[in-house]
């Protein structure tokens, strides 16, 4: 399952690449509602897309984040404080005499001030890093419809709600960020399949594989099972338009736009690294007969996902 992936977060690469329209207010709503709910997850490389803002919508949406990363650096400095001033307690109860709480909370605050201390530079820091575009199921993502015509960049959840599903399948069904080629016609993805088709444009992705399984032998006697993860990348470099289905769910919560990855088994070098699963990145040529999905045609369909790009997908440890 392709639990994470290094993607194009700029709407601005959708529109130079393949012509696509941008809904923006749908842009400005989803960055409305991480203002109200800090918990949305948005990939910092999104947030940069927004740097240059050149209508009144993206000067909104500038405005709002903005003010998040303020909120942001705000809270994380004051998660700093707390925690420099419960190291320092710790560290003057340890001169007298040593006890167990103080050991876990000198243990615990410089955890803590590890983890404010990073989070406080990579909400500063300016220049652009690959770990930017990274997403992971929950998180939001430009994803290229077709809608009234036109190709159309939409934000989405990576994390697909079927229209109609009751929300706590979102915790019921968590790995519904993935729709494996061998199920799309079952009960979940029916609704969806040979109907509302996207593309999520990526150059790596990464997956949870056992480290015995990764180094082709059995686990040893006492041995636990260690997971690692991998990071694979095509070869030649290239960007891979993923396969995937979407949904627009409505309900008491509101709106909510959603998508999933389609998988499928794995090619050699996947599976000899230790996975069962893989991506479907389709052919250029197909990307509109893909995107304008016909529920009469869902042979054509199959035979799109079928006639895919096939790259090699080089792997290593993850950083």
């Known amino acids: ?16 690449a393949w012509g696509a329209d941008i809904s923006i207010e749908q842009f400005v709503e989803l960055y409305f509602l991480r203002s109200q709910d800090p918990k ?7 947030d940069a897309s927004f740097a240059e803002p050149a209508n009144d919508a993206e000067r909104r949406i500038k405005a709002l984040i903005d003010r998040f990363d303020a909120e942001q650096e705000t809270r994380l400095t004051q998660e700093l404080f707390a925690q420099r001033k ?3 307690d710790a560290e003057r109860t340890l001169q007298s005499k040593t006890t167990k709480k103080a050991l876990e909370d000198r243990r615990i605050a410089t955890s803590k001030i590890d983890w404010a201390l990073g989070k406080l530079a990579a909400l500063r820091r300016v220049e652009p890093v690959d770990e930017d575009s990274r997403i992971f199921p929950g998180w939001y993502a430009p994803v290229m419809v077709w809608e009234d015509g036109r190709r159309v960049v939409k934000p989405m959840r990576y994390q697909c709600r079927p229209a109609g599903a009751p929300a706590f399948y979102d915790t019921k069904f968590p790995g519904t960020y993935n729709a494996r080629r061998d199920n799309l016609e079952g ?3 029916k ?9 999520m444009v990526a150059n790596a992705f990464f997956e949870n594989v056992s480290r015995h399984a990764m180094e082709h032998r059995e686990l040893a006697p006492g041995e636990k099972d260690e997971n690692v993860v991998l990071e694979f990348r095509p070869r030649p470099t290239q960007d891979m338009l993923v396969a995937c289905l979407w949904s627009k769910w409505e309900g008491e919560g509101g709106t909510l ?16 690294a230790g996975h069962d699963r893989c991506i479907i990145p389709i052919k250029p040529g197909n990307v509109d007969a893909w995107l304008r999905a016909d529920p009469r045609d869902l042979a054509g369909a199959y035979a799109i996902l079928d006639d895919r790009a096939r790259p090699y997908y080089e792997h290593r440890l993850a950083a």
């Open 86 to 88: 419960r190291l320092a």
């Open 1 to 16: 399952m392709c639990y994470s992936a290094q993607i194009w977060q700029s709407y601005r690469r959708y529109v130079r």
């Open 40 to 46: 949305v997850r948005i990939a910092k490389a999104m």
């Open 257 to 272: 736009l959603s998508f999933a990855a389609i998988t499928d088994e794995p090619p050699p070098e996947v599976a000899a």
């Open 187 to 189: 009960n979940f993805w």
């Open 191 to 199: 609704n969806l399949f040979g109907r509302t088709h996207g593309i």
